[in-house]
């Protein structure tokens, strides 16, 4: 059972930047894809981006493209997510999420329903 702790959400300005943290229990931490999520009150849980085991392969969704990036640090069982240029209808609760997906170090999963592991969220608000 992996374990996802997310950190670094909060209050920033429109235009304002913010790095979210999603540190994991399992290892080896290559052999799971991680992606982001976000939910806004009222709405559902949506793709932002995701990231291959192996940290070479990313996907953004179009509306954070050149904005945010993802990134991880196997060594630390973390992944990230810098987000830049932030407008007020990125608020949302951020969630990361965990695949499992061995030896398949290229696969980047984009779906609510592909990932098996969940954190519990972190708001991020962007005030205008």
């Known amino acids: 059972q992996v374990q996802l702790v997310e950190s670094g959400g909060g209050l920033v300005q429109a235009g304002g930047s913010l790095r979210l943290s999603c540190a994991a229990s399992?290892?080896?931490?290559?052999?799971?894809?991680m992606g982001w999520f976000y939910q806004a009150p009222g709405k559902e849980r949506e793709f932002i981006a995701a990231?291959?085991?192996?940290?070479?392969?990313?996907y953004y969704a179009d509306s954070v493209k050149g904005r945010f990036t993802i990134s991880r640090d196997n060594a630390k069982n973390t992944v990230y997510l810098q987000m830049n240029s932030l407008k007020p209808e990125d608020t949302a609760v951020y969630f990361c999420?965990?695949?499992?997906?061995?030896?398949?170090?290229?696969?980047?999963?984009?779906?609510?329903?592909?990932?098996?592991?969940w954190g519990q969220g972190t708001q991020v608000t962007v005030s205008s």
């Open positions: 999420a965990a695949e499992y997906i061995g030896l398949r170090r290229t696969v980047v999963p984009t779906a609510v329903g592909e990932y098996d592991y």
């Open positions: 399992e290892q080896p931490f290559s052999r799971y894809a």
């Open positions: 990231i291959s085991g192996s940290g070479g392969s990313t």
